[in-house]
């Protein structure tokens, strides 16, 4: 949840405690936006299809009838749902659509039964709404991300879903996504260790690492090697070979040193990493993902007490658009819903988080 730091209107008066923020902000939302009618109007005051003219003769202007819900063409005589094959199609609850949009905007995420308790929908509801909004965020998470297995999140991996193999804990559909999927890697940085408090113990580590992670950590020894050396004898881009490097800094194999340096640890000191707390040994890079896995598994377990590892890269894409700001000011949401294709029950149903997942770092986090 937001601290009062986070929110847009703070002044002396604004609200502090986390409940009293999502309150405070009902009542804005209700004041501005009281029947569903006005919901509507703000949802699709700005559609393309509306925007774009007549479909079928291209004539604009446009008239919205039918409480909102029709589009009517003067020159054909013809009408038209306002959203047809848009984002927004056979909703049935505007108001609760528009309130979760509006706390997303304002860097706010309710548990469900509070968003439940406020807008007066059903949990199922709340939980279709946040899905969808989700999917529409994880859109968005093109560049500037990092690569983790997601079993770097598997301490919060609670929940079961239709991925879980019968009778085992929700943690199994890590293993079960590692065998169909072993080492893929669609954007060529990737980091495909466990990163996690609970890590095995160093004598088994090494069946976790990655072959790009294997080899790397067979060019490095105790004397320390450029980054650019290292770059010319694996043969990897700049990018790839960072990746493995966090990786194995993250695994206490490899330490990075002032000016691009890296050595190999001793395998006396070499243990996988137990606490996410800071590091010495790791470089900015490896500390600012650190810290973003952190910040991730507080949410997961303050706000939802676990998540599916199916949903994983939803969750985490929620995450992002609580934290951060500048990509996503008052607007860019509902924007980004205008801009989607439908989205329906069975994409929600058939979604399956990827096996490398894309984790928002911040600024300190640059692939070199």
Same mark, same amino acid.
Request: with cysteine; charged share 20%.
């Given at each position: 949840?937001?601290?009062?730091?986070?929110?847009?209107?703070?002044?002396?008066?604004?609200?502090?405690?986390?409940?009293?923020?999502?309150?405070?902000?009902?009542?804005?939302?209700? &004041?501005?936006?009281?029947?569903?009618?006005?919901?509507?109007?703000?949802?699709?005051?700005?559609?393309?299809?509306?925007?774009? $003219?007549?479909?079928?003769?291209?004539?604009?202007?446009?008239?919205?009838?039918?409480?909102?819900?029709?589009?009517? =063409?003067?020159?054909?005589?013809?009408?038209?749902?306002?959203?047809?094959?848009?984002?927004?199609?056979?909703?049935?609850?505007?108001?609760?659509?528009?309130?979760?949009?509006?706390?997303?905007?304002?860097?706010?995420?309710?548990?469900? #039964?509070?968003?439940?308790? #406020?807008?007066?929908?059903?949990?199922?509801?709340?939980?279709?709404?946040?899905?969808?909004?989700?999917?529409?965020?994880?859109?968005?998470?093109?560049?500037?991300?990092?690569?983790?297995?997601?079993? &770097?999140?598997?301490?919060?991996?609670?929940?079961?879903?239709?991925?879980?193999?019968?009778?085992?804990?929700?943690?199994?559909?890590?293993?079960?996504?590692?065998?169909?999927?072993?080492?893929?890697?669609?954007?060529?940085?990737?980091?495909?260790?466990?990163?996690?408090?609970?890590?095995?113990?160093?004598?088994?580590?090494?069946?976790?690492?990655?072959?790009?992670?294997?080899?790397?950590?067979?060019? #490095? &020894?105790?004397?320390?090697?450029?980054?650019?050396?290292?770059?010319?004898?694996? $043969?990897?881009?700049?990018?790839?070979?960072?990746?493995?490097?966090?990786?194995?800094?993250?695994?206490?194999?490899?330490? =990075?040193?002032?000016?691009?340096?890296?050595?190999?640890?001793?395998?006396?000191?070499?243990?996988?990493?137990?606490?996410?707390?800071?590091?010495?040994?790791?470089?900015?890079?490896?500390?600012?993902?650190?810290? &973003?896995?952190?910040?991730?598994?507080?949410?997961?377990?303050?706000?939802?007490?676990?998540?599916?590892?199916?949903?994983?890269?939803?969750?985490?894409?929620?995450?992002?658009?609580?934290?951060?700001?500048?990509?996503?000011?008052?607007?860019?949401?509902?924007?980004?819903?205008?801009?989607?294709?439908?989205?329906?029950?069975?994409?929600?149903?058939?979604?399956?988080?990827?096996?490398?997942?894309?984790?928002?770092?911040?600024?300190?986090?640059?692939?070199?």
């Amino acid at each position: 949840m937001a601290s009062s730091a986070d929110h847009p209107n703070n002044c002396h008066e604004s609200p502090t405690d986390d409940e009293t923020i999502l309150v405070y902000e009902w009542a804005q939302f209700d &004041a501005a936006f009281p029947t569903d009618a006005d919901a509507r109007q703000k949802l699709h005051g700005t559609s393309e299809s509306f925007n774009s $003219g007549c479909k079928r003769c291209r004539a604009v202007p446009l008239l919205i009838v039918s409480a909102g819900k029709v589009v009517y =063409c003067p020159s054909c005589r013809k009408s038209s749902w306002l959203t047809a094959n848009t984002f927004f199609h056979n909703i049935r609850r505007p108001r609760a659509w528009l309130w979760a949009i509006w706390l997303m905007e304002r860097g706010i995420i309710p548990s469900l #039964l509070q968003f439940c308790k #406020l807008a007066g929908v059903a949990y199922s509801t709340a939980w279709n709404i946040f899905r969808k909004l989700s999917i529409v965020a994880e859109g968005r998470m093109l560049n500037n991300f990092a690569e983790v297995p997601s079993s &770097a999140f598997s301490i919060a991996v609670s929940r079961r879903s239709l991925e879980t193999p019968a009778h085992a804990h929700p943690t199994a559909e890590i293993q079960e996504i590692e065998k169909v999927q072993p080492n893929r890697d669609s954007s060529g940085a990737h980091l495909g260790a466990e990163i996690s408090p609970e890590s095995a113990p160093a004598d088994d580590f090494d069946t976790d690492l990655a072959e790009r992670e294997k080899q790397v950590r067979d060019l #490095l &020894a105790s004397t320390p090697t450029h980054f650019d050396e290292l770059i010319e004898r694996s $043969g990897l881009s700049t990018s790839q070979l960072s990746a493995a490097l966090t990786m194995l800094e993250f695994s206490g194999i490899a330490t =990075c040193m002032p000016g691009d340096w890296y050595a190999r640890r001793t395998a006396l000191k070499a243990r996988p990493v137990r606490s996410m707390s800071p590091h010495s040994h790791l470089s900015a890079a490896g500390q600012s993902l650190v810290n &973003a896995i952190e910040s991730a598994l507080a949410f997961f377990r303050t706000t939802f007490h676990g998540v599916s590892r199916k949903y994983l890269q939803l969750f985490l894409a929620l995450n992002w658009c609580r934290t951060d700001r500048t990509s996503w000011p008052l607007g860019a949401l509902l924007a980004a819903c205008h801009q989607s294709d439908p989205i329906t029950e069975a994409d929600v149903l058939a979604y399956v988080s990827p096996r490398l997942i894309k984790t928002s770092v911040g600024p300190n986090y640059q692939m070199q």
